[in-house]
């Protein structure tokens, strides 16, 4: 006797792709990335591993849109010493102990001098959090309020071992090419450090939607975005103003390995095609889910959906942005998300590039009255059956709604049938010689 288990595209099992997805993520979170710098490099060297990138290295300086690609920061070490030579905080134990893009340290303070640089969570006193400052200089520490709180008067050494220098912004992308040159856009901001959930496990998700694309000749072609937030995609896209208009659809991918329920953002457009389509998938696949109207806050859906470019961009993520007490904090860990909630996140994003791929207007070629499809052989001859019932309703309204006008997502919608099951009706249809595209 044999247990069915699930099948991905790839042949693979949902399991299988699940403790992939959780490696990649464990293999890049002990690296310290920011929106530049030698981690941004480690991190995209590593997911080209698992896709080819091309990569992009823009000069600190450099005008996009209204802003000025940064200088490029790197740190070596920092820590905070006590009297015995103890480091109290300690960067090689955690790369959130030191605040995104401080300045180099190099002082001996008292703690009441110490602490106006130093971050904590009182109501998460267990919990180090995560702090930046990119565009203003200062430095700072986080560290758990436990710690802090068990910190004598001092003196203590501080030390921070970084570099802040003209450099390079760097981002990654991939293409998987299609029958068309319209795009589908898939963006994942990679300048978080430690933070498994926010923004890795949305990283592993694409690389694999990637890997299963590659295999299924789309028609459309997908191009994934891995860049620092707001700055990596707003250089995308001063870079990329020629040609934004081949983007027809697209996702911004994050939080996307927690237990949560699935959240979709709608776009700036709020009924774009993306925004149809993923609702339909989220209502007919029976998952739990919420739908939320767009807002200019978030992720880097508000650089795609800014009014200028305005492209039909939504958002996937499970517990969206600061909505899990682990956001932006220590908690935000490998043990924080799972295999089965990155594999089911997958698996959402391949169905929705499923009614993508499948959306297509059809013109009915015997439309008055209805056509006798038993002797075309499409009715079955199992009556009764539900699933019978459901292909046959599907070919009723199909050939009712294929009027040049409906697309097959439309009528999904309008009969409340499952895309899959209308597709499958429609090439059936096809196949007997009643519809043409």
Aim: some cysteine.
């Amino acid at each position: 006797m044999t247990t069915d288990v699930p099948q991905t595209a790839a042949g693979e099992s949902r399991e299988t792709e699940g403790r992939e997805m959780h490696a990649l993520v464990e293999r890049l979170y002990p690296l310290c990335r920011s929106i530049t710098g030698d981690g941004l490099r480690r991190t995209l060297e590593i997911v080209s591993g698992e896709i080819p990138l091309e990569i992009s290295e823009v000069p600190t300086g450099t005008e996009v849109l209204d802003w000025t690609v940064p200088r490029e920061w790197n740190v070596r070490d920092a820590y905070v010493k006590d009297a015995s030579g103890d480091r109290v905080i300690d960067f090689a134990a955690s790369n959130l102990h030191v605040v995104g893009y401080s300045v180099p340290v190099s002082a001996t303070m008292t703690l009441d001098e110490l602490r106006g640089h130093l971050h904590t969570l009182p109501d998460q006193p267990d919990l180090i959090p995560y702090r930046t400052s990119y565009y203003a200089e200062t430095w700072g520490f986080c560290l758990r309020e436990n710690t802090l709180a068990a910190m004598g008067p001092g003196p203590y050494e501080v030390v921070i071992d970084s570099t802040l220098a003209d450099g390079h912004l760097t981002y990654g992308e991939h293409v998987v090419p299609g029958r068309s040159t319209d795009e589908v856009i898939i963006s994942c901001h990679v300048c978080h450090p430690s933070l498994a959930n926010d923004n890795l496990a949305g990283v592993a998700v694409a690389t694999r939607l990637a890997r299963r694309l590659a295999r299924s000749d789309p028609h459309y072609t997908y191009r994934f975005v891995f860049a620092p937030g707001t700055i990596g995609a707003i250089t995308w896209l001063a870079r990329n103003r020629e040609r934004v208009e081949r983007v027809k659809h697209g996702l911004v991918l994050a939080c996307a390995g927690d237990s949560g329920a699935l959240t979709y953002k709608r776009s700036r457009r709020a009924d774009a095609e993306i925004d149809r389509a993923v609702r339909h998938v989220l209502r007919s696949s029976g998952r739990e889910h919420t739908v939320v109207d767009f807002s200019p806050y978030g992720y880097d859906e508000r650089q795609y959906c800014s009014p200028g470019f305005n492209l039909p961009v939504g958002s996937l993520t499970r517990t969206p942005y600061a909505g899990y007490p682990e956001y932006h904090t220590s908690g935000d860990n490998p043990d924080f998300v799972s295999p089965e909630a990155m594999a089911d996140t997958l698996e959402t994003c391949w169905e929705v590039t499923r009614v993508l791929e499948g959306n297509r207007r059809y013109l009915n070629l015997s439309p008055y009255g209805e056509p006798q499809l038993g002797r075309r052989g499409l009715y079955g001859s199992l009556g009764g059956r539900s699933d019978t019932k459901q292909t046959q309703m599907a070919m009723l309204w199909v050939l009712n709604l294929s009027d040049g006008e409906h697309t097959l997502l439309d009528i999904a919608e309008q009969s409340n049938l499952p895309f899959a099951t209308v597709a499958e009706a429609a090439q059936a249809l096809r196949g007997a010689g009643l519809l043409k595209e």
